[in-house]
């Protein structure tokens, strides 16, 4: 069999997917490859996903098509290993009351009396960083998948680097700050960690060159040219009409980066793409293939145009969204003329081991610490980087403002909607509740309770201003049902289906015909039923009397088996906690 090595990996391609698809097999995990691009020359990708667990996919990039399979299948331990799959769900009591949630070698500590962060959690210089002000509760770090306030707070244990100490970090603070940066999988523990550390420095390094509005240095022609190929993807991109600039991210030979941006004078707008990796070449070609990863030439037209409003850009939100899908606002100054740093030819590669020496004297010179988990239970090694200061994606204050676990205390009431019987009153007290506990009206129900809903039912699209809709009419306070049915049909309604949609313009009607005193009702059924249809207008009619008011939600019990999407992802949870006993218990 052919033998393909390519700079930064220490296996051949081959060997790779192999050992990564045989892996998956014997874990009880059958991937299929759901789509492939390769919109110009030396530019791959493709979707990987469980075919009986849809919420299980990734995503690889590579210059040849056997690159970016490996790829996709390394991301895809990297995050079975971390768990990162199942980051946003509730797992449920079994798995919350079960031997451990996360991993065998977590460990809990139970709430305080006083609700004080636990002793044994976090070292000083993380206690600092998180929580300056001693404000933060333990109750505040309850872990979503677990949701365990009887068993306390899961730590999950890193090897602090400077010394080597294990430092237990709560899972709370891991999933809302870090999500998916610094994870990584790969064939040895070194080539899978320059990689971590490679993705830190890139967020980090794009973060500043877009919140700071940096002008960077072009490479120069005569770089460009040692890397042919991906100088053929570029200008196959030219020719189709999209300019390129391919910059030197380093800040002055600082860090290993790489930024290509991409215009699109069809519209105006742009998209920049970052890469990093000790490899100039390495990091040039990954720049470029993100840039395409999942898209095809078609797609290129859902940028935005530069701008000059240099404090939108350096907005927190906007950061967030280039981290997301690096569709935010990028600054003009981004391409002046004299840039703000020289040209660096930089170059930091050697073996991995090297590299990874190489990348952590980086942290070290800018007195970051860097803590580090290991997971080798799945076969493949993997691992997750985090570097307080450097590789948050949320700032610490949304563990006070946005925590994920922030609806998991009305998860039971919620999903008992659709089959109770209150009081009037006590509908509009829950909603009265909702407004006192801040939750945005755009919240989606199903990302605040953490459930996996699937797409066929009223949970899916369900946001809390409709919630508010639903638990009015309920109430019978029609005049405020009236408010949040129009802001539903304003806000939510192009996800809804066109049966939901068309029972909501159908509900509006019978709002509006409800504060007419002198109108009949009866007088109008007809036409209603003409326009809307009968079983419309018999749903509708069932809320306004507050019969029947959570429309398309079925009830749901505690085991949440009329969600079969999150029972798929129980069930892949579940091979996974098996070969976590396993390894651990050898």
Request: glycine share 6%; proline share 5%.
């Amino acid at each position: 069999m052919t033998q393909t090595f390519i700079p930064g990996k220490d296996a051949a391609l081959e060997d790779s997917i192999a050992r990564f698809q045989q892996k998956l097999l014997d874990l009880g995990f059958h991937i299929e490859e759901a789509s492939w691009l390769n919109p110009v020359p030396n530019v791959w990708s493709v979707h990987i996903r469980d075919k009986e667990c849809a919420l299980c996919f990734t995503n690889g990039k590579g210059a040849t098509k056997k690159a970016a399979l490996a790829s996709a299948l390394g991301e895809y331990f990297e995050r079975l290993s971390t768990n990162y799959f199942f980051a946003d769900f509730w797992l449920g009591e079994t798995v919350a009351n079960g031997p451990f949630v996360h991993y065998p070698n977590e460990k809990w500590f139970p709430l305080t009396e006083n609700d004080d962060v636990p002793e044994g959690l976090l070292d000083a210089r993380l206690r600092a960083f998180y929580d300056p002000e001693n404000e933060l509760t333990g109750s505040q770090l309850i872990d979503l998948q677990s949701g365990n306030e009887v068993r306390g707070v899961c730590g999950l244990p890193f090897t602090r680097q400077s010394d080597n100490q294990t430092v237990y970090i709560p899972m709370n603070i891991i999933g809302n700050l870090y999500v998916s940066n610094g994870m990584s999988a790969g064939n040895t523990r070194h080539e899978a960690r320059v990689q971590g550390l490679s993705e830190v420095f890139e967020r980090y390094v794009k973060n500043r060159i877009i919140a700071e509005s940096i002008s960077l240095p072009e490479i120069p022609a005569e770089v460009m040219a040692r890397y042919p190929a991906v100088m053929e993807s570029i200008a196959t991109l030219e020719a189709e009409g999209f300019p390129i600039f391919a910059y030197d991210g380093s800040l002055g030979g600082k860090y290993p980066v790489i930024c290509v941006v991409l215009f699109n004078p069809a519209n105006g707008t742009c998209f920049a793409s970052f890469g990093a990796h000790p490899d100039f070449g390495v990091a040039l070609e990954r720049t470029v293939t993100e840039l395409l990863q999942g898209r095809g030439l078609k797609d290129l037209d859902v940028f935005n145009p530069p701008t000059f409003d240099d404090e939108e850009v350096a907005e927190h939100t906007n950061l967030e969204t280039h981290f997301i899908d690096s569709s935010g606002l990028i600054s003009w100054d981004l391409f002046k003329q004299d840039a703000d740093y020289p040209f660096a030819d930089w170059s930091f590669s050697g073996t991995t081991e090297e590299e990874f020496s190489t990348l952590m004297a980086i942290f070290a010179a800018e007195d970051k610490e860097v803590y580090i988990a290991d997971y080798e239970h799945l076969g493949v090694y993997a691992c997750r980087i985090i570097v307080p200061g450097m590789s948050d994606i949320y700032p610490a204050e949304d563990l006070w403002l946005a925590n994920n676990n922030m609806g998991s205390h009305l998860r039971e009431i919620l999903l008992s909607l659709p089959g109770s019987a209150w009081n009037k009153e006590d509908y509009l007290n829950l909603i009265e509740q909702l407004d006192d506990e801040g939750f945005d009206d755009f919240t989606r129900v199903r990302e605040l309770l953490g459930l996996a809903t699937g797409a066929d039912n009223g949970w899916h699209t369900l946001r809390v201003g409709e919630l508010k809709a639903m638990l009015a009419l309920a109430g019978g306070d029609l005049e405020q049902a009236l408010i949040w049915t129009e802001w539903t049909m304003e806000f939510n309604s192009s996800v809804f289906s066109p049966t939901r949609a068309n029972y909501y313009r159908c509900l509006q009607t019978l709002l509006l015909l409800s504060q007419e005193d002198a109108r009949q009702p009866l007088q109008y059924l007809n036409a209603f039923i003409k326009m809307y249809g009968a079983e419309a207008v018999e749903a509708a009619s069932a809320a306004l009397s507050g019969e029947a008011a959570f429309y398309g939600l079925p009830t749901v019990d505690c085991d949440l088996l009329a969600f079969p999407a999150h029972q798929s992802l129980l069930k892949a949870y579940e091979k996974l906690q098996r070969a976590k006993a396993a390894y651990w218990l050898k």
